[in-house]
């Protein structure tokens, strides 16, 4: 199994308390320290506004942050869980996405998605286009990105967009361009897409969701005549590792208390609700994770991306996870 490691952005109140000055340092200092390890990736989410609802406290812009860590880092790939197409033109997203790559040699992903976070949306000016159109955009955006990274040129006369002999040069360094990831588990269409062009997918991370879109990709691949085997699964977890079930206790209750200032006790409570679910694949010790990934390995997941909550304030979980979860199923 493959491993790729959230940098906190702010996006899910994962910054606070830090001051903006301060958090730079806090985020690339994660992304070296993952750099100089044992995980394959590192990743951050496209957004601008926070959940679990908007508020004034920072949330870092994605592309900028590949860049950065581009110019940072020497080893780890780089990617975005994930880009919504709808925020960028895909022409410029293309270019924008090439140039991080050069600069990191070679080493970024395109994670790319349909959007969803409405308010964010319609904030930004973006309206909120429904479902069919939005995905739509997806599809039309992710053919002018493979024209453009194979070829150096795209033409697209779409419903949505339109290129005419747009020239993309230089080509990434990547051979085939950019890796695509298709996120989002759809089942008509997201899933469509992903069976016509993906490298890998992202979607449901819990054993009968994961079973169940992997299911409905491979009989998309088969409609297509793509090859499914080929595709890599991947899906996120939320992480919160300790050795013992009462330092896993401990840790919730620290992370609570450090989002309750933001949210509310209210907020707080139902923020903590998908870490204390009783099916939250990633809260355990290292035993109890291990187990759960190992049921997923079998289930076809080959790539596992987690996010943990504390990192900005505490890497003990995460050096736990390298030295105890990664081991055992890499």
């Keep these: 199994m493959r491993f790729g490691l959230f940098v906190p952005q702010g996006w899910r109140h994962d910054l606070v308390g830090i001051e903006p000055a301060a958090q730079w340092a806090t985020m690339s200092g994660l992304a070296a320290h993952a750099d100089a390890g044992a995980w394959e990736s590192i990743w951050v989410y496209d957004h601008f506004h926070t959940v679990p609802v908007p508020s004034e406290q920072a949330t870092h812009e ?19 869980m994930c880009t919504c197409m709808s925020y960028r033109n895909p022409g ?21 998605g349909a959007g969803w976070y409405e308010h964010e949306w319609r904030a930004y000016g973006y309206g909120y286009p429904r479902a069919g159109e939005r995905l739509a955009r997806l599809d039309e955006g992710v053919q002018i990105m493979k024209q453009a990274w194979t070829t150096g040129t795209a033409t697209l006369d779409g419903a949505h967009y339109q290129m005419d002999g ?3 040069q230089p080509l990434p360094l990547q051979e085939g361009g950019i890796p695509i990831w298709i996120a989002g588990g759809g089942e008509k269409v997201t899933l469509r897409i992903a069976a016509q062009y993906a490298d890998y997918t992202n979607f449901d991370g819990s054993p009968e969701g994961f079973s169940h879109k992997s299911a409905l990709l491979a009989e998309h691949c088969s409609a297509q005549g793509t090859d499914f085997d080929r595709i890599v699964r991947s899906a996120n977890y939320n992480t919160v590792i300790g050795a013992t079930e009462a330092e896993v206790a401990e840790r919730l209750e620290a992370i609570e208390a450090r989002v309750t200032p933001y949210l509310g006790a209210e ?15 990633g809260v355990g010790t290292p ?8 049921a997923m390995k079998k289930r076809g997941l080959g790539y596992a991306i987690h996010y943990f909550p504390e990192a900005a304030y505490d890497r003990s979980g995460i050096e736990l996870f390298e030295r ?7």
């Design 62 to 80: 994605a592309w900028s942050l590949m860049s950065a860590f581009a110019a940072t880092t020497k080893r780890v790939r780089l990617g975005q």
């Design 92 to 112: 410029y997203l293309a270019k924008v996405a090439t140039t991080a790559d050069i600069i990191s040699g070679g080493r970024v992903e395109m994670g790319i």
């Design 166 to 168: 747009a020239i993309f």
């Design 267 to 281: 907020g707080a409570a139902a923020f903590m609700a998908e870490y204390r679910d009783g099916d939250a694949q």
């Design 287 to 294: 035993e109890q994770i291990v187990e759960r990934l190992t």
């Design 324 to 330: 105890e979860v990664m081991p055992a199923l890499s």
